[in-house]
């Protein structure tokens, strides 16, 4: 099921319940994906394409939280959280760090990685297999952590 025909039905219940954050976050997301759609490059929109949105939108969010909490105005960060809550609940199962640090290792014996200079391609791999699972932020001080 695309990602658009799961936010119909959620649009239209946060509409009855009158969930001013639900409706904020869902048509960010169907705003996303709409100008994703008609950016002119004629690709088809699919489930790794709608993860990749949705990661991006949760990203954003993320950094204007940051951003706020720093300057200290509350009723901004408040706002950052709840879209952040609404856009998760259509990204996959994120994974905890016991269980990314576990495939990471995987990967690591895979690749024969020694090093700090082999991260390149550790991360590369971790984020093809850990795509939509994971944040990169967290991935990436995993790998880090690992081979150095």
């Known amino acids: 099921m695309s990602l658009e025909t799961r936010l119909m039905p959620e649009l239209k219940a946060a509409m009855k319940s009158k969930d001013q954050a639900a409706l904020r976050g869902i048509r960010a997301i169907k705003a996303a994906l709409l100008l994703a759609k008609t950016d002119g490059s004629g690709a088809e929109m699919n489930e790794e394409g709608e993860i990749k949105i949705l990661q991006k939108l949760v990203k954003q969010r993320q950094d204007s939280l940051d951003i706020y909490v720093q300057q200290g105005r509350e009723d901004l960060a408040k706002i950052e959280r709840e879209e952040i809550v609404v ?9 905890d760090a016991s269980e990314i640090e576990r495939i990471v290792k995987t990967i690591i014996e895979e690749v024969g990685a020694i090093g700090m200079k082999d991260m390149g391609k550790v991360m590369g791999l971790a984020s093809k297999k850990l795509s939509g699972q994971a944040d990169g ?10 081979l150095s």
Do not use: D, G, M, W
């Not at 856009?87 to 994974?95: A, S």
């Not at 932020?137 to 690992?146: F, G, M």
């Open 87 to 95: 856009i998760q609940k259509f990204l996959p199962e994120q994974l």
């Open 137 to 146: 932020k967290t991935v990436a001080s995993i790998v880090k952590s690992l």
